[in-house]
Nanobody, 117 residues
């Protein structure tokens, strides 16, 4: 079956960095659009970044532009989210998603990112 497993979350001080990974299995990874979402307590899940199947098109939420970088390695069936200059408002559970369209697709279980001094 399809599995998406996120890793790399943790506690970091403001201004610090983290790199999240999303390892996929059970699907033709290179044909899926990969995206990262986050959900803070009491808030709706929001799109953070999205990368097309070949990596040729990338979109970021305004709140993370210039600080976060999404990438993928189709040979390793893995997507990444490099997060720099982290702020307390980046604190959330981060989820990866694999999809071929605007709806449906597959989700990982999430990884907690906490930015605090």
């Amino acid at each position: 079956q399809v599995q998406l497993v996120e890793s790399g979350g943790g506690l970091v001080q403001p201004g610090g960095s983290l790199r999240l990974s999303c390892a996929a299995s059970g699907l033709p990874f290179s044909s899926y659009v990969m995206s990262w979402y986050r959900q803070a307590p009491g808030k709706a899940r929001e799109l953070v970044a999205i990368i097309t199947s070949g990596g040729g098109s990338i979109t970021y939420a305004d709140s993370v532009k210039g600080r976060f970088t999404i990438s993928r390695d189709n040979a390793k069936n893995t997507a990444y989210l490099q997060m720099n200059s982290l702020k307390p408002e980046d604190t959330a559970v981060y989820y990866c998603r694999a999809a071929r369209g605007a709806t449906g697709g597959y989700w990982g279980q999430g990884t907690q990112v906490t930015v605090s001094s």
